[in-house]
């Protein structure tokens, strides 16, 4: 049809309907099935020759662990990347999407994606879904314009700051921050303070966990630090093994019951030619 | 010519079995500005004429040749505007490829869904077929690789080809310069011969364009300087 040629704006927006019935089952007392949330602590920094994001690497499914060493800073750009809080598919799925329209952005103008940009197709993206989508970022980059930090919440409302926290870590990374960040912080002092600030949500908040993430970013620079800190390794490993030799087990009960044989193969004469 | 009876419209065969208005898109793709595209053995280039209708045109505004994605890139020849639409389109298709798979698109999958853009436009009503044809050129795990895709949607890969204006002279130059051990530095020499061989005026780094993609897989397209420096090491 024609219509292949002109990319024509979604008809209608979102359906709300199955949200009033989700309501509806809640209040008859119905348990929505659970999601996993990424629980967390995220945050990030401006220092003095650009960003630098941080986030700890605990997925929890209700009060279950599902993910020990999950990934939480998200791709977006070659020179922007984004932290998630929230609900894991939301932040992946968002994220996502909105590092495809920046790239189909980039191809237009031939220029570096700005992080302005970014933050508005998230924001709108979220409001439009009018907080449904549980996604809160920290979004963080350095383009023409200079270094920038933002934070988005589920709700579509957007921050700009010089430092930020997000997720049920929040308070304790925030508190380490406020008491600690200045400005013109230099490479290895901004590391470090990021480091403990997600140190200070991985053990006072049960939501989050594990491993810290970190990622730098400068003008025309970017280094992912996966894993840059490792605090809770596992320390009781028997690298022997365990063997479990017969008498282990109390046998309760026994019984045998024989195959029977169903099958009976009988040799024949060869087949005639 | 009894086919003109049946030349107006796009969904009428012809009683020869030809489809006049895709003949006709060929024609006008046949008297667009030269372009080619070969393959080396390490890489892909492709190059074209770009010459402006006046002198007067900012010629640092115009780009002929464009990148579909990191690692694939294409020219035309024909109508710009009709490249235009589908390069958009082929974008688009490739962010949703790597949405759907996680993995970069193939070459020969972004051809087939370019194609399949093209052959939709000589079925439908009230529309007519684009008058270009593509030379898409990119690397990826399966090497090097060079597709021309027609107004008709149909595609082909090709080792070395040419289309637009001077195509026969072109092809037939290509077919006695190309070797299958040829390396990229000198398949872009080999381009700018086969430019040279049709080409009106004095050629320069501003007026023609070279993309060329290598086994770093980033399709880049030079620089007028770069251009010149290739042209004097031909001199």
């Given amino acids: ?273 | 010519m009894g086919d003109s009876q049946y030349s107006f419209s796009l969904t009428t065969f012809s009683p020869s079995g030809k489809l006049v208005q895709i003949e006709h898109a060929l024609m006008a793709v046949g008297s667009g500005q030269t372009s080619l595209g070969i393959k080396a053995a390490n890489g892909v280039v492709i190059a074209t004429e770009k010459k402006l209708p006046s002198v007067l045109v900012d010629e640092t505004s115009v780009q002929k040749i464009q990148l579909m994605t990191t690692n694939i890139g294409v020219v035309y020849s024909g109508m710009g505007p009709d490249s235009r639409v589908l390069v958009r389109k082929s974008r688009k298709q490739a962010q949703q490829y790597y949405r759907l798979y996680k993995e970069p698109i193939p070459v020969t999958q972004l051809v087939r869904e370019n194609a399949a853009v093209m052959q939709e436009f000589t079925q439908s009503g009230g529309v007519r077929p684009f008058g270009v044809s593509l030379l898409v050129a990119g690397y990826d795990d399966n090497g090097p690789q060079l597709y021309q895709v027609d107004p008709s949607g149909s595609y082909f890969s090709w080792k070395a080809s040419a289309m637009g204006k001077n195509v026969s002279n072109a092809k037939t130059f290509l077919e006695k310069r190309y070797t299958d051990d040829m390396e990229l530095e000198d398949a872009v020499h080999t381009a700018i011969l086969t430019l040279k061989e049709g080409f009106e005026g004095q050629i320069s780094g501003k007026n023609i364009e070279i993309g060329i993609i290598g086994a770093d897989r980033k399709f880049r397209i030079l620089t007028p300087a770069e251009i010149d420096d290739y042209l004097a090491e031909v001199e």
């Fill in chain 1, 1 to 273: 049809m024609a219509r292949a040629a002109a990319d024509l704006p979604p008809k209608g927006g979102f359906s709300f309907d199955l949200c009033r019935r989700n309501d509806m089952l809640l209040k008859k007392g119905v348990q929505p099935p659970s999601f996993r949330k990424t629980g967390t602590t995220i945050v990030g920094l401006v220092f003095q020759d650009g960003v630098i994001l941080g986030a700890d690497t605990r997925a929890t499914e209700g009060p279950i662990v599902a993910d020990k060493n999950c990934e939480k800073i998200h791709y977006m750009a070659p020179n922007i990347y984004c932290c998630g809080a929230g609900t894991a598919a939301d932040t992946e799925a968002v994220t996502d999407m909105v590092s495809s329209q920046l790239q189909l952005h980039r191809y237009a103008t031939g220029r570096e994606s700005r992080i302005i940009t970014a933050l508005t197709l998230l924001k709108s993206h979220l409001f439009s879904h009018q907080g449904y989508v549980s996604a809160a970022l920290v979004l963080g980059g350095v383009d023409v314009t200079g270094p920038h930090l933002h934070t988005v919440y589920p709700h579509g409302s957007t921050d700009t700051l010089p430092f930020a926290t997000m997720g049920s870590g929040s308070l304790a990374a925030m508190a380490i921050f406020e008491s600690k960040y200045r400005e013109g912080l230099t490479r290895d002092d901004g590391i470090k303070l990021v480091c403990e600030a997600i140190c200070s949500g991985i053990f006072n908040d049960l939501g989050s966990g594990s491993n810290v993430d970190v990622c730098v970013i400068t003008k025309g620079h970017k280094e992912y630090l996966r894993n840059h800190l490792l605090p809770n390794p596992r320390t009781y490993i028997s690298s022997k093994g365990y063997s479990f030799v017969k008498g282990h087990t109390e046998v309760l009960s026994t019984k045998i019951t024989p195959l029977k044989e169903k099958v009976e193969v009988v040799e024949g004469d060869a087949m005639e030619e």
